[in-house]
């Protein structure tokens, strides 16, 4: 205990300046000590907790087995064993080979039904009931959805290729997809709906069942069509003609093009103003966008100039272009909605010929451009006259493709538009020219692409492409394989 006395008080109180308590008697205040506090040991830090294993990767084999089994028809039976998934059906009375091979063709890699009839033929010559025969060509993984496997552009942006028609694509697609692939091309064309009005796939647009353009479509499973040119990696740009439609012309009038009376033009065309008409396409391009399409390429996207009789248009001042591109600008909405590029076939005298005559058409590229992401001019050499460039016969001439090509880049940079590709429709035919061959393709090519062409896409409208492959030569195997 400390011991303090009044006077030490008094001394402290001078020295600090602090006013001290008077202290009541002589007695001696006192104060308490604070003693310190123990410390207890430190305890060891906490034994780690260890961390769970990660789950094991999916089995592949196991996902492919459950998603078969959500898709069987009727008999179908998923064997999945020693790692190896199979497939069996279970042969009922009237079974055949045919009917069994329609059923299971989307859970197999061959394209068409009767190429997989003969192969379950081949391996079950005698169909009884009862037995159980096995589904050959299954497909190795789940295919994904057509949003999920749709391609985008390279990075170069130049798509090659050739157009086919719906008929053609039905008999013979897996074929032409393999010489485009083993030649080094990269895209196809195919009609979504051919000018004249045809649907190629099942169509629900309104339009399209009040008059049945789609009632015969020939491309039965759109997408799996697409998938498989995926897989050979080729790019599927799906052509959509939009006026010019003499079937719903004749048969939806209220949508064709008027004479000044008021009754239905007999020219075959639709209103390219009628909102209507509008529509229809627009809900063909959503339809064909949500099958897969990794490019939409709008054709006959103008006004009629030949056989149009005396059809009430807009004057060919300018209003044409303006009318077309508001339409085009509403395709444009849909396909940037879904990230799929946008193009036009226009004609050749967009890129060449004076601006009075492109506006009759609508079909300005200072105009139409800025709502697209390529143009095609179609500047096949036969298609000029006689005396282009002085020349007797223009088809005979496949620089023309060029200076076609040259055309339209400088229109487009003219309107700020150089984003916009150029990718020109060379002619792939002996029509007006007596010197079609390998050779005249390769010059056509040449032409374009030392002119500022992004790609290129040749026409046969027959779809007959020997000059092609003869003129392209065969890309290496390894290569095609990626390895």
Not at 88 to 106: E, N, P
Not at 133 to 144: D, M, Q
Not at 147 to 154: F, V
Not at 422 to 436: D, F, G, H, I, M
Request: one cysteine or more; glycine letters at 8%.
């Amino acid at each position: 205990m400390l011991y303090v006395n009044k006077y030490h008080f008094a001394t402290l109180g001078l020295v600090t300046g602090l006013a001290l308590p008077a202290c009541s008697s002589e007695k001696m205040a006192t104060t308490s000590v604070v003693k310190p506090t123990a410390v207890e040991p430190a305890l060891p830090p906490p034994a780690p907790i260890a961390e769970a294993p990660p789950p094991p990767p999916p089995d592949p084999q196991a996902i492919l087995a459950d998603w078969l089994r959500a898709r069987l028809p009727p008999g179908g039976r998923v064997v999945a064993e020693d790692g190896k998934v199979t497939l069996v059906h279970k042969v009922s009375a009237g079974d055949t080979a045919d009917s069994i091979a329609k059923a299971y063709l989307d859970l197999t890699d061959v394209y068409r039904a009767r190429d997989l009839a003969a192969l379950i033929a081949k391996a079950a010559p005698a169909l009884t009931a009862g037995a159980e025969v096995p589904i050959p060509k299954l497909l190795s993984a789940p295919y994904r959805s057509p949003e999920q496997d749709r391609l985008g552009w390279p990075p170069e942006r130049a798509l090659r290729g050739v157009f086919v028609t719906g008929g053609f694509a039905a008999m013979y697609w897996p074929e032409t997809i393999d010489k485009l692939a083993t030649h080094g091309l990269n895209a196809i064309v195919v009609d979504g709906k051919d000018y004249g009005g045809a649907l190629e796939y099942k169509s629900h647009a309104k339009v399209a069942i009040e008059t049945g353009a789609g009632a015969r479509a020939p491309i039965s499973d759109f997408s799996r069509a697409i998938r498989f040119a995926h897989e050979r990696g080729v790019h599927v740009i799906v052509r959509v003609p939009c006026f010019h439609d003499p079937w719903a012309a004749a048969k939806a009038t209220r949508l064709a093009l008027k004479n000044p009376d008021g009754t239905p033009s007999d020219s075959g065309w639709l209103n390219p103003s009628n909102p209507e008409a509008q529509n229809y396409i627009l809900e063909i391009v959503t339809e064909l966008v949500a099958l897969g399409a990794d490019e939409l390429q709008l054709d006959y996207v103008r006004f009629p100039v030949q056989d149009m009789g005396n059809a009430v248009m807009p004057p060919a001042d300018g209003h044409r272009s303006q009318a077309m591109r508001a339409f085009v600008a509403r395709v444009h909405e849909v396909t940037q909605a879904a990230n799929v590029p946008l193009s036009l076939d226009t004609f050749g005298i967009t890129a060449t010929g004076a601006i009075s005559d492109v506006e009759k058409l609508g079909q300005n590229l200072s105009v139409l451009g800025s709502a697209t992401e390529a143009v095609s001019p179609m500047i096949y050499p036969s298609h000029y006259a006689k005396g282009f460039h002085g020349w007797d016969e223009p088809g005979d001439h496949p620089e023309i493709i060029g200076i076609g090509t040259r055309g339209a880049v400088e229109r487009l940079k003219a309107a700020n538009l150089e984003s916009t590709v150029v990718r020109p429709w060379l002619q792939a035919s002996e029509y007006k020219t007596t010197k079609y061959g390998p050779q005249y393709v390769r010059d056509e090519i040449r032409s374009a692409e030392a002119n500022g062409a992004v790609g290129w896409l040749l026409w046969n409208p027959s779809n007959t492409y020997w000059a092609v492959w003869d003129a392209l030569p065969k890309v290496d195997a390894d290569k095609l394989a990626g390895r």
